[in-house]
């Protein structure tokens, strides 16, 4: 295809440059623009975190093949705080505390933008739905519309200007305040950098060859067609790793590269550095693996069959950790309840889905230090496996936090800087690589998926007399946090209660499904679901009501937990109090009452929503936008 | 109806830092010239606003201003360990960390000051910039105090690690001591659900967690905000698929993700326990925040329909089975006992 001559007013300056048709907006004004504030996060019109206004109108710049946008207006974020100075809406952003790891920001603040200029009086609910397309993993929303409703009173004239400015704090009493973040203005303008915003000079691009198997022997891997490329700095597998290979959080099973074989769909075989994207994806395509395909294993349950495949040759019952809690004599403690229940609950896997893909830079300085630039949750202990896995001294390894756009637990993992360093010490040149959204998803781990069943003891006066648990979780093909996951499930199993009579045991699996690992509460939601709902269901055929089962058996101050640790002070009871009285909640036994209750519909709940139904009313046309 | 209310509620408990191990985190402190300070930790701001967090610590424990705290965040090769963003440990274990480096820092130049102005050094009070000594006339910027000490041969810096007293746990009956701050929380769900369809909409949620002490509540709110969506994802709609290990929800238009559409209004309640063994009395609210979310909604599905959800996500095919299975049992029994 010819190139364009694209020309283009972006952000007040006419621009003319030569140009591929089918070059995406984004790309255009990333990569060869340098305006990186309007990120990437998933390729596919989803999150918006990419929308900037064509001629006045909101647009996902993913989408948006630039002969699309020949000849027209373009700002990006970077349009709305030029001079340095927040814009109304960005200073509300500020204020109102709605920015949190801020790689959706620059794009919400985009659409939040067009949704004050598209009606300056929208009230919350149309506010909501305007910003229905931008995707926040960090804020749950909430501030972000109180920001915008903040910026709509402004800008309409109805609150003076200065409800934007910092509270004043007295006293030098800085703890307790709510001081407007330090990191926010960089955030909301799109200043501020993550590592695929980075650029090093003569820097190469980074992408990775990844298994199409579940499970298959590796027979041979031949990297020399992509090596004798043009263009081609760097072809990596297993065979580049000069120390002592092996990566985890407790185990340190999984390779930086497949050695021998594969174990899921989406691991890394091999990488290549080159010096454009079009000639790294060339490379990988011509890079000759041959698999011999092993029985898989998709189950835990199956896992733990005789004759399940194994993954680990050392561990061949496929158990990754079993932790066991036992405290009394729970057959007595059934035996001596009036009232036993047994269900079974069951969890899925989910992605953390921060807004950022992973992506990081790494080089080699001028004193021979492998340097890592990433957002990376665990820099110490990455810096650590790492001068094994490359044979160097830790003073040799140095990690550089890139600001992390969203985690989650999800970036705990060394997954992908291994082969950043390898790379970097292959070339000896700065080597960039960029997750997109689909490898993120597949290549990364997963919250435990979890089977878990429950049987619980009380006496008639609502004391819970015995509990045991089983849960077993799919821990996919590496360990990553497993064993932490397994144990912080199991510590907080059995709820903030007094139990004289416990046993609790998880196991987590390999499969060969994508790793489970790291996931914000860590084990303690797939119990807490579990014993929570099965409180109710007993408090149902005690005759009780939900809070006063928990308070039956709460921990008091000086508790001794399952671990038969000894707690301090032991603040259950006032949040139940506080709890109970400011929702308001109308006393009684959890028996499906919804129809008779009360204490529904109060003023602090928002309306339900019909999507929709205010445009059908409306039918202003902005509204189609 | 086709619409019915319900209400529901759970409890939680969670450790805060690093679990059935000892953790640890260490930081670097120096007031600077012109009364600013500069904080060197290797702290991972992943979001939830931890740069602010030590920038408010390091400027009440020294009596700067926080706007005028420079943080130097984590490099391996140019910060001291503080460890890993998880765990709901970074509030409690660096921010314990630089409230005793602030102090020493701090001590440095009060020190310098004492013999200065020829006063006790406990009658000296720091705050917002300024420096001043009790009963006297002598009150000047912290600026000109941090000149004061350099002309003196003294910069103020200060240094510090926080630890924690914490052991694994038995391999067979798992008693052992895992945290030494641990947080209770309790919250309650109101849910719509669509009896037509089986759609469950959150209208609210009501979340008292107990932080210890609360060093920006607008960024505890933010937590409790965040982790209740979260979870509300999991309990009503997101599902990483699976068939013979291949993923059929790899990009976001199959992999569905709670919108400003489907999110309730959260009404936080923040409680403060101080922990008695930190030196602030601060603990953490990250994760805990998101653990009574999914059971609270769930007795709330029940509560207006009816019907237990024991196996997650609850959505719309799945809780419009469960609806039309209760009523066909109904009905049933309902023969029966007419028989």
Redo the contacts between chains.
Sequence with gaps: MPDLQFKATINGRKISRAAKPHQRLLDFVRDDLNLTGNKEGCGAGECGTCSVFVNGVLMKSCLLPIAKAHNTTIETVEALAKTGELSVLQQAFHKAGASQCGYCIPGMVMAATAALRANPFADREEIKERLGGNICRCTGYQKIFDAVELARDVQNGSLPATVLFEDEVAQGDFIGKNVRRIDTPGKVSGRLKYAGDMTMPGMLHVQVLRSPHPHARIASIDISAAEAMEGVEGVITCADVPGEDGFGVFVNDQPIMARGKVRYVGEAVAAVAAESPLIVKRALAAIKVIYEPLPAVFDPDEALCPGAPILHDYAPDNITKHIPIRVGDVDKGFAESDLVMEETYTTQAIEHAYLEPEAGLAYVDQDGVVTIVSPDQNVTHHRHMLARIIAKPISKVRFIMSPVGGGFGGKEDMIYQGMLALLAMKTQRAVRLVFTREESIISTAKRHPSRTVLRMGLKRDGHIHALQMKMICDGGAYGLSTEGVMRKAAILAAGPYVIPNVRIDTFGIYTNNTPSGAFRSFGALQTAFATESHLDMCAERLGLDPFRIRRINAMRDGAVTHTKARLGSVSLMRSLDALEKASGWESGAPTSRGDRRRDLNRNDIRPPCTLGARFVEAEKPEAAE | ?A?????????????IAR??VIDRAAAWVELDDGGSAKVVT?V??????I??VL???A??EM?V???H?V?G?????RAP???????SRQTYMIGNAVALASREARKRLVDVMAIVWDVEAETIR????EIWAENTNHHITMGEAVHTAKSRGVVPVGSASFGTDTTG?D?????????QA???????A?V?VDTVTGEV?V??I?????VG???????V??QI???????L??GLM???K?E????S?????K?I?P???D?????S?I?E?PD?IGP?GVKGV???A???T???I??AI?????V?I????ATPEKVLMAIREKDQLEAHMAAQAAE
């Design positions: 109806m619409r019915k209310r319900g209400r529901g509620m759970a409890a939680c408990w969670y450790g679990t059935a290797g991972t701001e992943i979001g939830e606003g740069l602010t920038a408010q610590i400027a009440h009596g201003r926080p706007e705290v943080i965040d984590n490099d391996t090769a360990e503080a460890s890993h963003a998880g765990a720091t705050s917002a910039g746990l391999p067979v009956d798992g008693s052992g001591r895992p945290w641990y947080v209770f929380g309790a919250q309650v109101e719509e909409q209208l609210g009501w979340a008292a967690h107990d002490r609360a060093v920006n509540p607008q960024g709110e933010g905000e965040g982790g209740i969506v979260q979870a994802g999991q997101e599902d990483y699976l013979n290990g291949r993923t929800t790899s990009g976001f238009a992999y993700l919108t400003a559409l999110v309730p209004r959260v009404n309640i409680i326990d008695p602030l990250g994760e805990p998101m653990v009574p999914i059971p609270a769930m007795n029940y509560d207006a329909v009816g237990r024991t196996a997650l996500p």
